[in-house]
C-alpha cells in the first residue's frame, strides 16, 4: 500500500447544505457511545443527558476511536483499514480512506490537525490530515536498515511533546513520531555540527520524521504515563510489563504482575511521592 494507492482510495462527502457556522452549539460537553457492538454512534448532551443524535458507523471499530478538540468531529479506524471521519451534531458521514488491509487503531496529535493510524498488512504507520482525511505520508514499518517487515501494533499521542509513540509488534523498536514545525534535535538523520546554536540536522522529506529507539524486546501495547517522559509496555508473550524513559531511550524498570496486563487499560496518576499505577 503506497501512498499513492491509499490516496487513490479516498472518498469525501458533498458538503453539507448548512453551513458549520450557523450551528451553535457547544460539543465539549458531549458524550459518545458507540453501541450495537460497533454499528452505531449515539451522541449525548452531558449536560441535560439527552440524546442529540444517532447514526451508523459504516466500518466497524478495529480499536478506540477519536474526538477532535472542539468535539464536532469523530474519527475510526475500522477493522478492515478504513478510517473514517464523521460530523458528530449532524450525525453525518464526511469523508473515508484506506490505509491498508487492517487497521489496529489511531492516535489524534496534540493540535488536532494530523492522525497516525496503526496500519496492518502490510504494516505502515500512515499520516492523515484531521480536517479531511487526506493521506501526508506513509512510513514502512521496517528496521532502521530498511530490512524486515512488522505489523504497527499501537500509536499513542503525546501532546507535549508534539509527537505520536509507536509499539512495532515484531522489532525491538519503538518509534516516536514528531509533529512540530521545526522537529527537535533529536529526530535528525546527520548533524553537519554539533555546535551549540549552529547545530544542522539532515530531515527526511515531507515531515513527520521519525526516532528509533532500540530496545531488547519487541512490545505490543503501551500507556504513556504522566508526564509523558516514560510509558508502559507490555509485549505479548510475557506477564512482565517494561517501563520506558523516552528522553534517554531505553528501559529503565520492570513491572512483574500475576497475569498478562493490557497497559492500555491502565490508569496512572501523579502524586507527591511519584506516579501510580492501576
Request: hydrophobic share 50%; net charge negative.
Amino acid at each position: 500500500w503506497s501512498l499513492a494507492a491509499i490516496k487513490a482510495t479516498r472518498r469525501v462527502a458533498a458538503p453539507a447544505a448548512t453551513p458549520q457556522a450557523s450551528i451553535d452549539r457547544d460539543m465539549r460537553d458531549h458524550i459518545v457511545v458507540i453501541e450495537n457492538d460497533g454499528a452505531q454512534v449515539l451522541l449525548i448532551d452531558g449536560t441535560r443527558f439527552a440524546p442529540v443524535s444517532n447514526f451508523a458507523l459504516l466500518h466497524p471499530p478495529g480499536g478506540p476511536s477519536e474526538i477532535s478538540p472542539d468535539g464536532r468531529s469523530l474519527y475510526v479506524a475500522g477493522r478492515d483499514g478504513w478510517v473514517s471521519l464523521y460530523d458528530l451534531l449532524r450525525g453525518e458521514f464526511v469523508a473515508e480512506v484506506r490505509v491498508g488491509e487492517a487497521a489496529h487503531g489511531l492516535a489524534l496529535s496534540g493540535d488536532g490537525a494530523a492522525i497516525a493510524v496503526a496500519a496492518g498488512q502490510p504494516g505502515a504507520l500512515v499520516i492523515l490530515a484531521a480536517r479531511d482525511l487526506a493521506p501526508l505520508k506513509a512510513i514502512a514499518a521496517r528496521d532502521m536498515r530498511g530490512q524486515g517487515s512488522a505489523r504497527v501494533a499501537a500509536v499513542e499521542a503525546a501532546p507535549s511533546r508534539e509527537s505520536f509513540i509507536v509499539a512495532l509488534g515484531d522489532l525491538r523498536e519503538l518509534w516516536e513520531v514528531s509533529t512540530a514545525a521545526s522537529p527537535p534535535l533529536r529526530f535528525g538523520g546527520f548533524a553537519h555540527t554539533n555546535e551549540r546554536g549552529a547545530e544542522e540536522v539532515v530531515l527526511p522529506a515531507g515531515g513527520f520524521p521519525v526516532r528509533r529507539i532500540e530496545l531488547k524486546h519487541a512490545f505490543t501495547a503501551i500507556r504513556l504515563l504522566p508526564g509523558e517522559r516514560t510509558l508502559l509496555a507490555a509485549a505479548p508473550t510475557s506477564n512482565a510489563m517494561a517501563i520506558l524513559h523516552l528522553d534517554v531511550g531505553r528501559e529503565i524498570a520492570t513491572l512483574s504482575v500475576l497475569a498478562r496486563a493490557d497497559p492500555a487499560s491502565a490508569a496512572a496518576w501523579s502524586t507527591a511521592e511519584g506516579v501510580r499505577i492501576a
